[in-house]
C-alpha cells in the first residue's frame, strides 16, 4: 500500500512503476539516499504532490522518493514567515496557517503539492497583490547533489537561490494577513458563452484592483461544451457592482460567497481530471478582448470535438487574468520569467485523455493549438510570441530557451558548478 501511495501521480500519464519507493523522514536520510543514488548512478524520481503532468518529471522507473513525511508548518510571528515541508499539499499549509490569521501564495487549486509551485512558480488568485509563490521564498532547506544539506537565501549563495539543483526538503516563505475571502464558481451552458465573453473582456478593460482576480476556464468535458468562471475578491464581500456582469448572466451552477480562503481553493473539482493522461500548454496575452476570448472560445469547441475520437475526456482552454505589475513584487532575480519588464495575462490549454495509443496526436493538436493562438494574437498586434511558457505548465518538447530565455547560459554554469557529476541527471524535470 505504501509503494502504490508512493508511486501515485495525479496524471497517468506522468505515472510510472518503480522498483521501489522511500519515504525519508529527515533531511539525512536525503543526504545518504542521494549519495548511494549518484554513487550507483541509479535513476531516482522525486515526488512533492504528484501534479506533474510530463512523463518522467516526478517518478522514475528506479527509485521513487516521496516527500510525504515532510510535513511540518512552522509559523514566526516576529519574521512574519512560514517554514514548510515539502511533502505538504498547499491545503494543508493553507488551513495550518488560518489559526493565525495569515496565509501564503501558492496554488490557486486543491491538491497541490508545495515543491514543485515553490520551485517552479506559482500564479495565485493572490499573485496580484504579491506576486508569484516562489517571489515570496526567503530560504530553502537543499540536499545538494552531493549530499550536503545546506540552507539556501539569496544573501548566502544568489546562484543556488537563483537556480536550485537538488532535493529541497522545506520552503521558508513571507506570510500575509488572510481573512475572509469573497468569491467561488459560476457555471454557464453554450447558450450563455457570449455573455461570459464578454463579462471577461469588461472585467480584464476595466478592473484594476489588486484584491480582485478571476480565472476562466472553456470547457469540452466528454464532447459537452461548459464554461466557468472562478470569481475571487480578497475581502469578505467584493465592491459593489465589481462581478455583476457574471452574475445576472443565466447559469447552470453558482457557488459564490464569503469563505475561508481554503474552503473557496477547495471548492473547484479538479479532482475530476486525475488519472487521466495530461498535457499543459501555455500563451502569453498583452490584451484580453472579446475577440480573443471569442478565438480561444473557438479553439475549445473545435479541438474538443476533433479529439473525441483520440480519447479524450477534457479538453480546457482557461483565461488567466493579472493586472501588468504582476512581476514587481520580487527582491532578487529568478530564472523564470526571464523578463520582468511587463506582466501578461495567460492561456492556459490543459488535454485529459485515456489510450496512450492517442499520445502523438494530443501532443500535435496542443502544438497546433498553441501556434495558432500564437500567430492569431500576434496577426492582432499582440508582442506576445517570444513570452516565456510557464515552465509547470510547458508540454515536455519545449526548449529551455522558451521557458528561461537569457537565463540558460547562466543555468546551465550553475549546474555544472554544483552537480559535475550530474547526479540530478538521474531524475526528471528540465535538463540543463
Not at 22 to 40: C, H, M, N
Not at 95 to 120: N, P
Not at 283 to 304: C, P, Q, R, S
Amino acid at each position: 500500500m505504501q509503494h502504490n501511495k508512493d508511486i501515485y501521480h495525479w496524471s497517468a500519464s506522468s505515472s510510472q512503476t518503480s522498483d521501489c519507493s522511500f519515504e525519508p523522514e529527515t533531511t539525512e536520510d536525503v543526504a545518504i539516499a542521494l549519495r548511494i543514488l549518484g554513487q550507483t548512478q541509479t535513476p531516482f524520481g522525486i515526488k512533492s504532490g504528484g501534479h506533474a503532468a510530463n512523463a518522467g518529471f516526478s517518478s522514475t522507473p528506479g527509485v521513487q522518493i516521496a516527500m510525504y513525511s515532510f510535513s511540518d508548518v512552522v509559523y514566526n510571528s516576529t519574521t512574519q514567515t512560514a517554514t514548510v515541508g515539502t511533502g505538504l499539499l498547499w491545503d494543508d499549509v493553507y488551513v495550518k496557517l488560518e489559526q493565525y490569521g495569515v496565509t501564503v501564495v501558492g496554488a490557486k487549486v486543491t491538491a497541490i503539492g508545495v515543491g514543485g509551485v515553490a520551485l517552479g512558480g506559482g500564479y495565485s488568485y493572490l499573485t496580484n497583490q504579491y506576486g508569484l509563490a516562489f517571489d515570496s521564498v526567503v530560504a530553502f532547506e537543499l540536499v545538494l547533489p552531493n549530499g550536503t544539506v545546506t540552507d539556501v537565501t539569496d544573501s548566502t549563495n544568489p546562484d543556488l537561490f537563483f537556480a536550485l539543483r537538488g532535493i529541497v526538503t522545506r520552503v521558508t516563505v513571507k506570510t500575509y494577513p488572510q481573512g475572509q475571502v469573497w468569491g467561488g464558481r459560476v457555471s454557464y451552458g453554450p447558450g450563455q458563452w457570449e455573455n461570459a465573453t464578454s463579462a471577461i473582456a469588461n472585467f480584464w478593460a476595466n478592473v484594476h484592483d489588486t484584491k480582485a482576480s478571476i480565472y476562466n476556464t472553456y470547457n469540452l468535458v466528454a464532447g459537452v461544451p461548459e464554461m466557468s468562471s472562478i470569481l475571487f475578491y480578497d475581502a469578505p464581500m467584493c465592491p459593489e457592482g465589481m462581478y455583476d456582469d457574471f452574475l445576472k448572466i443565466p447559469h447552470i451552477e453558482q457557488d459564490i460567497s464569503s469563505r475561508s480562503y481554503v474552503d473557496l481553493v477547495q471548492s473547484l473539482p479538479l479532482n475530476l481530471t486525475s488519472n487521466l493522461r495530461s498535457v499543459f500548454h501555455w500563451v502569453a496575452m498583452e490584451e484580453v478582448t472579446t475577440d480573443v476570448l471569442k478565438m480561444i472560445a473557438n479553439e475549445t469547441l473545435f479541438w474538443g470535438k476533433e479529439l473525441l475520437n483520440s480519447s479524450a475526456v477534457i479538453v480546457s482552454y482557461d483565461v488567466d487574468l493579472y493586472v501588468p505589475t504582476l512581476y514587481d513584487h520580487v527582491d532578487s532575480p529568478t530564472a523564470y520569467p526571464p523578463s520582468r519588464d511587463k506582466g501578461y495575462s495567460f492561456i492556459e490549454v490543459y488535454y485529459g485523455w485515456l489510450d496512450a495509443n492517442y499520445d502523438d496526436a494530443i501532443f500535435n493538436a496542443l502544438d497546433l493549438s498553441a501556434q495558432h493562438m500564437t500567430q492569431a494574437l500576434t496577426d492582432a498586434g499582440q508582442n506576445i510570441a517570444d513570452v516565456a511558457i510557464y515552465p509547470n505548465n510547458a508540454p515536455p518538447n519545449t526548449s529551455l530557451e522558451k521557458m528561461y530565455g537569457d537565463n540558460v547560459p547562466r543555468l546551465q554554469a550553475i549546474k555544472k558548478a554544483v552537480d559535475p557529476d550530474n547526479v540530478m541527471g538521474l531524475t526528471g524535470g528540465w535538463k540543463f
